[in-house]
């Protein structure tokens, strides 16, 4: 009898532990996709790619409503996208017009609850010919062989100039009510100690006329300038090129000349999600210490999404999106370690049903609930990666901490309550299964004895 009650208790031990990985491998397997998929790439069809940056809008296997994705994204405040008619480009979230013989923009603008908001009178490239223009997903670009603009219409207005020559020059002339002041380590005394002394939209023209910043006067920070006016705020930034400000008859102007880089105009959101952390996303930004951006919806199958690339050699790049689970690539060709921001709508990945994972490279990363545990972490050891997740207004926002770069693969995913139980479950049933097979053997040892 107790040699029968042995067999059982070992064929129930063994049981438990078959049963203790089955939901592990469920989870592992997702939907059999491999990543390899194009949307990745994010150009549409009959588009050239760009050089930096990304939008699409599709289902699986390049099928499904793109409008109704994008459609999605704009409900959500994340992304809208553009019609051109007549010269005038007009979004969900910005407009202006357009010359498409020139490439210039004017009347640069970001709608608000009150209406809209001018940033820039003008904007232009000098001797840019464009010889094409097309629309996709939330972006336009506007690009020949050397030059690329692309421009997004998503809540921070975000106007993207890239550059494959030597000494391109982009002149941004301000719109009434808007000044202009450097962001680097040199002023911010000076700043600080006029703050106590003059109301802040009197700040950026004291002493800033006709200045000049290089990367000579900060080599730790990208070299930055505040846009600031009108209730509102952005950055104009690039990695290593030169920046002046210039106050003539005719207006201010930020003139910023580049060699093989980038400048980006990009805006504190107008319709936000994360208020309190808004300004520290743009102070981190203008100090480089954010690569890139991603916001992304999933609705009846379509994946629609908008990238944002903040440093010149960075890219990421959407490998695969199913329900509460997304993989994403991230590379960078400079080895510091920066973060990286993915907005996520609760359609596609809600942080509230269950548990939320991370992975990095397959590796889990440590959470934290404090934002700037992360926008100001350093370390370059695989363990120095931390994230924290900010839930608001049906979207969640990731601020993932990548410690050194190469390319890396970010997983994003969250286990549904039952899926969690059953995780939980599986670890006691282990347990559970050891104790049974311990008494087993136990007993037997008795009965030889």
Not at 8 to 37: H, M, Q, Y
Not at 80 to 85: I, V
Not at 214 to 232: P, R, T, W, Y
Request: with cysteine; charged share 20%.
């Amino acid at each position: 009898m107790i040699k029968g009650l042995t067999i059982k208790l070992l064929a129930i031990g063994f049981a438990i532990c078959l049963l203790s990985f089955l939901p592990s491998a469920v989870l592992a397997n997702g939907n059999g996709d491999d990543g390899s998929d194009s949307m990745g790439q994010g150009n549409g069809s009959g588009h050239e790619k760009q050089w930096k940056d990304n939008s699409d809008s599709n289902g699986n296997n390049g099928k499904g409503n793109g409008h109704d994705g994008l459609e999605e994204g704009y409900h959500k405040q994340l992304f809208g996208h553009f019609n051109l008619t007549d010269g005038v480009a007009d979004g969900k979230f910005i407009s202006f017009r357009f010359n498409e013989s020139s490439g210039n923009v004017s009347d640069y603008a970001l709608r608000n609850d009150s209406g809209a908001v001018t940033f820039f009178d003008s904007i232009q490239i000098l001797g840019f010919a464009p010889s094409s223009v097309s629309m996709h997903g939330s972006i336009m670009l506007v690009q020949n062989s050397t030059i690329q603009a692309i421009i997004h219409d998503n809540p921070t207005g975000m106007y993207h100039v890239v550059s494959n020559e030597t000494n391109t020059t982009v002149s941004f002339l301000l719109a009434s009510g808007m000044s202009a002041f450097p962001l680097s380590s040199e002023v911010k005394e000076e700043q600080e100690h006029e703050q106590n002394e003059t109301e802040m939209e009197d700040i950026d023209t004291v002493g800033l006329n006709n200045a000049t910043f290089s990367e000579d006067m900060d080599h730790d920070l990208s070299i930055a300038v505040a846009i600031l006016g009108n209730g509102a705020y952005g950055v104009i930034a690039t990695d290593e090129g030169n920046i002046t400000i210039n106050t003539t008859e005719n207006g201010t102007y930020v003139n910023v000349t580049m060699s093989y880089d980038h400048v980006m105009f990009r805006a504190k959101p107008v319709f936000s999600h994360h208020h309190m952390n808004d300004d520290a996303i743009l102070q981190a930004i203008s100090e480089g210490r954010i690569a890139g951006e991603i916001s992304l919806v999933l609705k009846d199958g379509v994946t629609s999404y908008d990238t944002m690339e903040y440093r010149d050699q960075f890219r990421i790049h959407l490998m695969n999106a199913e329900q509460d689970r997304i993989q994403l690539q991230v590379e960078d060709q400079e080895h510091q370690g920066r973060v990286v921001i993915v907005n996520i709508d609760d359609g596609t990945l809600d942080v509230k049903k269950g548990e939320i994972s991370l992975e990095l490279d397959g590796v889990p990363i440590k959470a934290t609930t404090n934002p700037l545990d992360v926008l100001y972490a350093d370390g370059s050891e695989p363990s120095d990666a931390i994230y924290c997740v900010i839930e608001s207004d049906g979207v969640s926002q990731f601020l993932v901490y990548v410690p050194s770069f190469s390319v890396h693969q970010l997983t994003v995913s969250s286990l549904g309550a039952m899926d969690a139980l059953l995780s939980m479950m599986g670890i006691a049933a282990i347990v559970g299964a050891l104790v049974v097979v311990g008494a087993a053997g136990f007993m037997m040892l008795r009965r030889k004895h």
